[in-house]
């Protein structure tokens, strides 16, 4: 075997092992934006735990046969970049979504979440939707609240029964 296919076997293999261990692979198209921009955007992955990586189309589309992500596929036109999201699912849709918010070039595409298959308007309503850590935040916050009146409640309550002893 030549040296050129064992090297783009590897990369294959390479990739299969970053879709393996996904939740979310999101596509974007990434022209147009500038060195500064595509550090800044690396930098917000890499914060966030997403793994953000371009590769060659074809060997996306070798390592993606026969899984979940090979939806994916038909997609792999022109320049893409993926981005993996290995903790929380929603969390590339969400970063590719706010930054381009403020850099028009970047284009979310499509992208496989837990298993399902998104067209472009679906990952963007998906990116609306709170990271687990959100809803548990707002959860506790919900809860914390009739806790404290009924503790400040109580609290008063006796401050009443000590002031009448």
């Known amino acids: 075997m030549s040296k050129n296919f064992e090297n783009k076997k590897l ?3 390479e990739i299969k092992g970053k879709f393996q261990g996904a939740k ?3 596509l974007v198209d990434y022209r147009g934006l500038n060195v500064a921009q595509t550090t800044e955007l690396r930098k ?3 914060e966030a735990g997403v793994e953000y990586k371009v590769y060659k189309n074809n060997l ?3 390592a993606i046969k026969d899984t979940e992500f090979e939806p994916l596929e038909k997609d792999l036109l022109g320049p893409n970049a993926i981005a993996f999201g290995y903790e929380d699912a929603v969390t590339p849709a969400k970063i590719i979504k706010d930054f381009a ?3 028009k070039q970047l284009e979310l595409k499509t992208g ?3 298993g399902e298959y998104y067209d472009v308007t679906k990952i963007v309503e998906i ?3 709170p990271s687990r850590d959100e809803l548990i935040a707002k959860f506790m916050g919900s809860i914390k609240s009739p806790v404290s009146n009924f503790v400040y409640l109580l609290s008063n309550i006796i401050e ?3 002031k009448e002893a």
Do not use: M, T, Y
């Open 160 to 162: 009443e029964k000590e």
């Open 44 to 46: 917000r992955f890499r």
């Open 11 to 13: 990369v294959v293999d």
């Open 127 to 129: 990116a609306d939707i």
């Open 112 to 114: 496989v979440i837990e």
């Open 101 to 103: 918010k403020d850099h």
């Open 24 to 26: 979310a692979a999101v």
């Open 60 to 62: 996306v589309k070798l």
